[in-house]
């Protein structure tokens, strides 16, 4: 597109200002009168310019863009372009009849020198201008009809929304527009005045928001050259270089973040962006830079928003891109851009523009104004928008139809660190943000001195965390930026705070009084700004002069430095402050704590307080732990010890909560804390100070002493006042003259003192110390001095001497006579303590020999036991580390001592091993005795001469003596050592029955708990008889457990052996029966399967029988298989519970005379809790012997029908060779299954009946008892009663599930119909006998328990369905035979077949898996080639598990049919194939006939048919195949007790 130059003729053309004006009326601005003014930033309106704008409006039209810069350029909405200085002077108006036609001015732009402006207009025309002369430099025209397909250019019609300079060139410039395009412009001038455009976006960029370009900055950069152009769309940023052809340089597109960008989440508005670009800006070097790799200027940065995040570019030159080692100046440096920083604002962004480096303001769409500090990250909120709203222009909006946020650049700019807005139509505004020096007076003129401050000391520290104008910022610390800003800031922080004393406590100024948190916090920000600066002058000049006017005002002020001095920000306190502290702190206990509390956080020099004043403060206020640290302070580390020994002396070494001390009439208690311990104590401080102090440590804060000389000099002075160095004592009674202080420390606490003791022996800093012994004085005359070798001086260690003093003290305090300088205890400690500290620091410390054989002796004749053990423990040193000569002649002193392990050790030494061993039982703590053991066992595996046989002899002769004290691991020792044998020990314990059953039952059954659990009577919690839920006579576990024949489950090969002999496990058993009978069945149950035998079941049976301990009996009679036995032993001893129970029911008082008595009471008398508890417990035990029945027919039921199933003959089709052969052996089996279903009948008959007549017999006396009867007699009885049907209840639930599908042995019909049967003939007789005697006696009917049958028929039921589902989930059928599963199909129940029916019919109870055949043409029924591997190896692993049975398993689905007796069946198999093919039913050919021989029709009678085979029994009045079956054909012609009933229930 060409371009041509059009003539212009202003309307009004002035000389253009020089720059200086715009900053001197800038800087007039600066004293306007404030607009609106925040605490970081100021609103000020432009009065000249706003005043202006109303004329310039009516006289060139109204402002649609505005641009800043020396001058004020404003378009307008009849195509003008104004230029005015500030005062609002009209320096240019630009524009022409043929400018008119361009439409509004959208946009405008100054060159760099300020001479040019660039103009777009609303249709699409752009326009440079020579304002001064008022000139147009050239025109770009929209694009037209005429023009090429490929000419570059705005389409007509579309408003230019942004234009701008590129660099510091006036012939180079970008236009963006409306619709989405950008285009760089050049205009070239030689002979003739050409400009080429190239196009840098278009609309398929999408969405146009800004493009900027790159200005130039006061510093030279390689970017100046490039013409770095950044556009900014909804979709990307992209930056172009556009000098020396156009080049993309970076790429970004928009992503929507889901992750939290620093405080807030980025949200999706892709229709508000701003971009805005800091050039780069070089800044002075301080004089005191040493690094030469500093930079000195800030390269440049992009800063552009989507929505509301806010990116920082930042732009890097990397020089060394020639690799070669080319030198940096020859290529030039490669333009890279880097992520710099990223933040998220409170809403959309709709400008941004760069205030000075690294300070970004931007503004949201509700006009918030925000400063971004971008190398700190830190956000500020500034202000609101100015007094009056900014209107944006919509020119995206009116363009794409997209409600795009309105574009504020037309109408808003930076220029020189102000922000100029404008507002509505006649308002123009200029804002800035506040310099810190203007921050501070602000708040000074509104009178927040505090938060002046406040704001003062963080602009000393940095540390603000707010936008700062006007300091230097600091690069590291120490550099010459923050001393600068220190210098401004800290003279400027002293005036304030001597401003803000001046204003409170000033009596001039007219204010009210400030109150005592308003005083707190001044003194609290002043404390704080002092130690800002580094120095507490002003705090203790000033601050506290202005306090101490007044005593309140002066506790304030040491109240808020309290903290202070407690955290160690404060060390050090001018006299006068620290006299006014101990002053008004000594008036209460609780401030006379935190006063110790602080004075021993001070660092109290000598010469810089008032050392008498302190002292007799802490002395006062008894502060002992201040008082000793402030001598420690002053070099002398011996005075606070006598004055603190002295205080706890008068204290009689109690601990009060509180002491009191009468000073005047004032009454000054000593504090104590929150939790009782008292610190200051002085019996507390003492020895914490002496600890420290000989350590070569400050006290209390346990630091170290320096120098190092210093250390030992303090800890010798106090070690040589504890520990005076003599070697002997003067004369006779002056003990307690050299060892004052050593008495008095032991008077406070010998055991306190020895663990400071340890403490401070263990602390290397010990070796160090080293104390000279002068020797002592003699009394020879001087004359022959000359003529006597006097000895020189030692040099001892100070563990020596401790040691040394100690030998001192306690042989004085031993021999004398009078007993009063220590208590034998004390001697004790005392001696112990000093041999074990020689035994252990040999050699280090030297003793001769007198001294140990002094000591010795002291060892072995105190009579003290409190310090038995510790003198034993120092004994065995001594006696290990110097052996005597003869160990024999210490035996009796020893034994008499009560030295047992040194006893030991003589004896070890002499060889003498069972007098050794019996020094162990001999002791007289008892835990001693169980060290024998060990003893004995270390004894046994020596190699000692006769050890082992000493040993063995000691083991026998002490058996009894050591079984009483651990029977457990005398068998564990007997069994470690070689020559002992349990047999020798069970003999040698014959005599003791009792101990020889402990042994044995360690021997034999080592666990304790298996002993203790006996099956005894039920115990729980004691409930009423209607809340009393019936006791739990139900299924044991082992009826309940589902076995699955996998390999896992297989058990182990390996068995239990017997490592004993059958006579010691009887024996056990019988010492078991007469001592623990309640452990007799858990032994027999644990041991009974061990191999070989451990006991024979004969003995067991006799032995128990003897001993009366029926559980065992009846375990033994089960194991013999005498079940009738065994349940009638369980039912002796339930009638002897009924006989209890009978004369546990309280008497029938019932009478006349009692009945007028009941009648008298105000209520009638109820069974007592003693009553009910003794009758309970009777229950409880007729009810656990019930169970007991219950499980011996339980046994009976599982033993003889596994022997039924083991007889010859019972594998259908194996060991048969004749159908002759097959007939016999099967009639041999139903014999013996008849005969096995015969015992278990009557053994289950005899529990019925018995369980019967318990309940028949109490509802007989029930009804016996007269209507007068006691009312606790008819309670009772009615407990009894209902314990009992719960019996009868178990009993039948037991029952039924032996009479389930799962057993053929028991007919549960026959049982009731015998019991029925049986009950009403003897009832009929007794009815007969008893009828002349009580008319309302009741007869047995099976009406009695009908709801017990009908519960029983329920939970069968339920159990049946169970199993059937069961039978579904898993992959194992759980029924072990095919007439199992026929028969819980439906929950009905039949009489077991008969021996006739076994033989003859095809009934499939008794007939094997493989050998399922139809009972129409007898071929096999369930035949599947492919599963014949699989089933064979579910036939092993099930017949390992079983041992030898057989396997009965079919895996089958079941779809049963409610209306119907047959059910359609199939075999589970993995093949889908052969799933499809049993429910091809209606194909013919092979297919169908696989189908329906593979469909079975099955009778719940146990008979089975093919599905084609039905068809056959037509004659016999079956229905068509397809209808549901009446009944079986089989069963047509049998009698009608023997047909199939599989319909009831």
């Given at each position: ?229 950044a556009i900014l769309t909804d979709t990307s940023l992209t930056i172009v270089k556009t000098r020396h052809g156009v080049e993309q340089q970076y790429r970004a597109s928009y992503q929507i973040s889901t992750k939290p960008v620093q405080k807030r989440t980025v949200v999706k508005r892709p229709y508000a962006g701003c971009v805005s670009w800091l050039p780069a800006l070089g800044y002075r070097r301080p004089a005191t830079a040493t690094d030469p ?1253």
């Open positions: 597109m060409d371009s041509d130059t059009v003539p212009s003729t202003p309307r009004s053309t002035q000389e253009p200002t020089p720059e200086t004006e715009y900053e001197s009326r800038i800087a007039n601005l600066d004293s306007t009168p404030t607009q609106f003014t925040t605490e970081y930033f100021s609103w000020r309106q432009l009065a000249d310019m706003s005043g202006r704008l109303p004329e310039l409006a009516e006289q060139f039209g109204a402002v649609t863009a505005l641009c800043l810069g020396d001058y004020v350029a404003l378009g307008t909405d009849t195509g003008l372009v104004v230029v005015t200085d500030y005062l609002g002077r009209t320096k240019a108006a630009l524009g022409s009849p043929a400018t008119a036609a361009y439409g509004p001015v959208s946009t405008l732009a100054f060159s760099t020198d300020h001479l040019a402006l660039v103009a777009g207009y609303a249709q699409g025309f752009v326009v440079v201008w020579d304002w001064v002369k008022g000139t147009t430099v050239s025109v770009s025209r929209p694009l037209q009809d005429s023009d090429k397909p490929d000419a570059a250019g705005h389409p007509a019609g579309t408003a230019i929304t942004f234009a701008a300079f590129v660099g510091a060139s006036k012939h180079r410039y970008i236009s963006g527009s409306s619709g989405g395009h950008v285009l760089y412009h050049h205009i070239i001038r030689r002979l003739l005045t050409t400009m080429n455009t190239s196009q840098l976006a278009g609309p398929d960029s999408g969405i146009l928001f800004e493009a900027a370009a790159l200005p130039y900055g006061s510093h030279k950069c390689t970017t100046d050259d490039m013409g770095l152009v790799a500093e930079p000195d200027y800030t390269p440049p940065k992009l800063a552009y928003s989507w929505g509301a995040s806010i990116h920082i570019l930042a732009i890097q030159l990397d020089y060394n891109v020639s690799g070669n080692g080319t030198p940096m100046g020859s290529v030039p440096p490669r333009v890279q851009f880097e992520r710099e920083a990223e933040w998220t604002a409170v809403g959309d962004v709709v400008f941004c523009r760069w205030i000075e480096a690294g300070t970004l303001l931007y503004m949201t769409q509700s006009q918030r104004m925000f400063v971004l500090e971008t190398a700190l990250a830190q956000e500020t909120e500034i202000c609101a928008s100015p007094p009056g709203s900014i209107a944006g222009r919509p020119w995206v909006t009116l363009a794409t139809g997209v409600e795009a946020e309105p574009s504020y650049a037309q109408v808003m700019s930076v220029y020189k660190r102000r922000v100029f807005a404008l507002c509505g139509a006649a308002s123009l505004y200029i804002g800035r943000l506040l310099s810190w020096t203007e921050r501070l007076e602000l708040l000074v003129e509104r009178g927040q001195f505090i938060d002046a401050i406040t704001l003062a000391t963080g602009f000393y520290q940095e540390r603000t965390g707010q936008v700062v104008v006007g300091l230097p910022r600091s690069r590291r610390p120490g550099d010459a930026n923050q001393k600068k800003r220190q210098a401004l800031v800290g003279s400027r922080l002293a005036g304030l705070m001597r401003s803000a004393l001046k204003r409170t406590f000033d009596a001039d100024h007219d204010h009210r009084p400030s109150t005592e948190p308003e005083l707190h916090a001044l003194a609290s920000i002043c404390v704080q700004a002092c130690l800002a600066l580094g120095s507490l002058q002003i705090l203790f000049s000033d601050v506290f002069e202005c306090y101490s006017t007044d005593s309140a005002h002066q506790f304030v002020f040491l109240e808020t430095i309290e903290p202070f001095i407690l955290s160690g920000d404060i060390t050090h306190l001018p006299p006068q402050v620290l006299n006014a502290m101990v002053d008004s702190y000594g008036t209460t206990p609780p401030l006379i704590r935190r006063l110790g509390g602080i004075l021993m956080c001070l660092n109290l020099q000598h010469g810089e307080f008032d050392v008498d004043r302190v002292l007799s403060s802490c002395r006062k206020h008894r502060l002992w732990r201040t008082f000793a640290r402030v001598w420690l302070s002053m070099g002398d580390p011996i005075a606070p010890i006598t004055s603190i020994i002295a205080a706890a002396s008068q204290t009689n070494h109690s601990r009060d909560s509180s002491i009191g001390q009468t000073v005047g009439e004032l009454t000054i208690e000593h504090p104590v804390g929150d939790d009782g311990f008292d610190d200051e104590a002085p019996d507390v401080v003492i020895f914490d100070y002496l600890d420290m102090v000989i350590r070569g440590r400050y006290y209390p804060d346990n630091q170290p002493i320096q120098p190092q000389s210093r250390a030992e000099k303090y800890s010798t002075l106090v070690a040589q006042l504890v520990f005076p160095p003599i070697e002997t004592l003067q004369a006779q009674g002056s003990e307690q003259q050299t060892f004052a202080t050593l008495l008095a420390l032991l008077g406070l606490g010998t055991e306190r003192l020895l663990d400071m003791l340890k403490h401070v022996l263990s602390d290397p800093f010990i070796g160090y110390i080293n104390i000279i012994v002068k020797p002592p004085s003699t009394t020879q005359s001087t004359q022959d001095s000359d003529r006597t070798l006097r000895r020189p001086s030692q040099v001892k260690s100070l563990m020596q001497i401790v040691v040394d003093t100690l030998h001192t003290l306690t042989m004085a305090a031993y021999t004398d006579p009078a007993g009063q300088m220590l208590s034998a205890r004390q001697i004790g400690q005392l001696t112990s303590f000093a041999l074990t500290l020689y035994a252990t620091r040999f050699p280090l410390i030297y003793l001769t020999d007198e001294t140990m054989a002094e000591w010795s002796d002291v060892l072995l004749r105190l009579d003290d036991v409190a310090t038995r053990a510790e003198r034993e423990c120092a004994f065995e040193l001594l006696f290990k580390l110097n052996p005597p000569r003869s160990y024999g002649d210490y035996i009796d002193r020893v034994r008499s001592a009560g030295f047992f392990r040194v006893l030991e050790h003589i004896y070890y030494t002499l060889e003498q091993y069972e007098n050794a061993l019996r020094t162990f039982l001999d002791h007289p703590d008892f835990t001693q005795h169980r060290m024998v053991f060990p003893a004995m066992k270390e004894l046994g595996a020596s190699k000692r001469p006769n050890a082992l046989e000493c040993t063995a002899s000691f083991a026998l002769n002490s058996a009894t003596e050591l079984v009483e004290v651990d029977a457990d691991s005398f068998v564990e020792t007997v069994a470690a050592i070689a020559s002992l044998d349990h047999g020798k020990i069970i003999d040698t314990l014959s005599t003791r029955p009792q101990l020889q059953f402990a042994y044995m039952r360690s021997l034999l059954d080592p666990a304790p708990d298996a002993i203790s659990q006996s099956p005894g009577p039920r115990t729980g919690p004691v409930l009423s008889a209607d809340e009393r839920s019936p006791p739990n006579i139900g299924l044991s576990e082992e009826q309940h457990m589902v076995v699955y024949p996998l390999k896992s489950l297989v058990p182990d090969d390996s068995q239990p052996t017997n490592r004993f002999s059958q006579a010691y496990h009887e024996r056990y058993l019988e010492l078991m029966c007469q001592y623990s009978p309640s452990g007799v069945l858990p032994y027999l149950k644990k041991h009974a399967d061990l191999s070989p035998e451990p006991f024979r079941l004969t003995y067991v049976q006799s032995v128990c029988g003897k001993h009366g301990v029926s559980d065992g009996l009846v375990w033994a009679l089960v194991r013999l298989g005498d079940f009738s036995g065994a349940l009638q032993t369980l039912l002796q001893q339930t009638d002897q519970e009924i006989e209890s129970i009978k004369a546990a029911v309280p008497d029938d008082r019932a009478g006349s005379t009692f009945a007028q008595d009941i009648a008298a009471e105000p209520g009638p008398p109820a069974l007592t809790e003693a009553d009910r508890e003794r009758l309970t417990d009777h229950l409880d035990i007729a009810a656990h012997n019930i169970d007991g029945c219950v499980g011996v027919c339980r046994a009976a039921l599982a033993k003889l029908g596994k022997d039924a199933d083991l007889q010859p003959g019972n594998y259908l089709g194996q060991g048969a060779s004749s159908p002759t052969a097959n007939g016999a052996a099967a009639r041999s089996q139903s014999d013996y299954r008849s005969l096995v279903s015969a015992q278990l009948c009557d053994l289950w008959l005899a529990l019925l009946r018995r369980t019967l007549g318990y309940l028949h017999t109490t509802n007989r006396t029930l009804d016996a008892l007269p209507p007068g009867a006691a009312t606790e007699t008819r309670e009772a009885w009615q407990l009894v009663s209902k314990r009992q049907r719960w019996m009868l209840q178990s009993v039948l639930d037991a029952l039924i599930f032996a009479a389930s599908p799962a057993s053929s042995f028991i007919s549960l019909r026959a049982i009731i119909q015998q019991l029925i049967t049986t009950s009403s003939t003897a009832a009929a007789t007794e009815n007969n006998n008893n009828a002349r005697q009580s008319g309302a006696a009741r007869s047995l009917d099976i009406t009695e328990i009908q709801h017990l049958l009908a519960v029983a028929v329920s939970a069968y039921k339920t159990e049946a369905q169970l199993m059937a589902l069961t039978n579904v989930l898993v992959d194992y059928d759980l029924f072990t035979t095919f007439a199992q599963l026929v028969r819980s199909q439906k929950q009905g129940w039949r009489v077991a077949p008969d021996s006739a029916q076994g033989a003859g019919g095809h009934a499939l109870a008794s007939r094997d898996v493989g050998d399922l055949c139809c009972a129409k043409c007898h071929s096999p029924l369930f035949v599947d080639r492919r599963q014949e591997h699989a089933m064979a190896e579910l036939r092993r692993q099930t017949t390992q598990y079983y041992e030898s049975s057989a396997l009965r398993v079919l895996d089958l689905h079941v779809f049963e049919d409610r209306d119907a007796q047959w059910q359609w069946m199939k075999l589970r198999t993995d093949s889908t194939a052969y799933d499809r093919l049993l429910g091809q039913n209606t194909h013919a050919g092979a297919g169908a006939a696989a189908a329906a021989d593979a469909q079975v029709v099955l009778f719940k009678c146990g008979h089975g048919f093919h599905r084609h085979c039905v068809d056959g029994l037509a004659a016999k009045g079956l229905a068509a195949a397809d209808a549901p079956l009446p009944e079986c054909a089989q069963c047509a012609d049998a009698p009608a007790s023997m047909r199939c009933i599989g319909a009831i229930g």
